[in-house]
């Protein structure tokens, strides 16, 4: 069972307990990856599945409703540990105040501003075919000229890990600074007062991100110097929606992620 394996894997001694709560999920370029528990489940599964599972495919639905079952086993588990009885209705109040939360955070400022940065790179994304292609065009003719002094392979593959950067830091800051300012307008956080916040957690790996992906519109501006009206706003907004965020989070940078930050 999936269950059983995940604790087998969890109470090995050389795992850093928490380390996915505040990761990026890239786990493919993580170094952390086999003191994961949820990363070496992934290398156990690509083991398993090198061609991976299509979404069509019945083993495919039946391994994810055995992921969920053995999820909520789980949960279960940990509530009766708790005194949680997972079985009991949730009065009205509770959704009422959830949705109240939700509303808050969708108008937040910084959960504005990444929903647009979101939908920018989107744009981006769809706008770009073009320039892609005729970069392309040139590196090959570069390639085939073997000019001393020059790397057109190297300047592929910056491109490539530029671009391969933003479009998934593009997401995922979004999503978690939607997370983080839930927690800011819950009136019941969980966190004790002289703990560290989750959402300063949530808030930090937001602020990665967002460093990972200027750091990327960077080196594609000095790829496509054609193109530096646009880049310079990405840049532009970026930069305004990090420093806002570090205004919004003032103990983000300072959060402790375990494994990533030292703390194990």
């Known amino acids: 069972m999936v269950k059983e394996k995940y604790k087998k894997i969890a109470s090995h001694p050389k795992m850093i307990s928490g380390i996915h709560n505040y ?3 890239w786990c493919e370029r993580c170094r952390f990856i086999t003191r994961c528990a949820v990363g070496v489940m992934e290398l ?5 599945n090198p061609e991976g599972l299509s979404l069509d495919s019945p083993e495919f639905f039946n391994k994810l409703h055995g992921i969920f079952a053995d999820t909520f086993e789980m949960i279960r588990e940990w509530a009766k540990k708790n005194g949680v009885d997972v079985d009991a209705p949730i009065p009205d109040e509770y959704w009422i105040q959830q949705d109240k939360i939700d509303k808050n955070a969708k108008e937040h400022i910084c959960a504005k501003a990444s929903l647009r940065y979101l939908d920018m790179v989107r744009k981006w994304m769809d706008d770009s075919s073009d320039d892609f292609k005729k970069k392309a ?7 085939s000229l073997e000019l001393p002094g020059t790397s057109p392979e190297m300047k592929a593959l910056e491109i490539k890990d530029a671009v391969d950067a933003i479009i998934w830091f593009h997401t995922l800051i979004h999503v978690k600074l939607m997370r983080a300012v839930q927690q800011i307008f819950d009136d019941e956080p ?6 560290p916040k989750d959402y300063d957690g949530s808030a930090k790996v937001a602020l990665i991100g967002m460093d990972n992906s200027i750091d990327a519109w960077k080196t594609l501006l000095a790829h496509f110097p054609e193109n530096e009206d646009d880049i310079l706003k990405m840049l532009a907004h970026l930069q305004k929606l990090r420093t806002r965020t570090e205004q919004e989070f003032p103990g ?3 959060f402790k992620r375990p494994g990533f930050d030292g703390i194990e």
């Open 23 to 25: 990761c990026d999920k």
């Open 44 to 48: 156990e599964d690509k083991k398993d």
């Open 137 to 143: 065009a040139a590196l090959m003719k570069e390639a």
């Open 190 to 195: 969980e966190e004790l007062e002289d703990y």
């Open 252 to 254: 983000a940078r300072s």
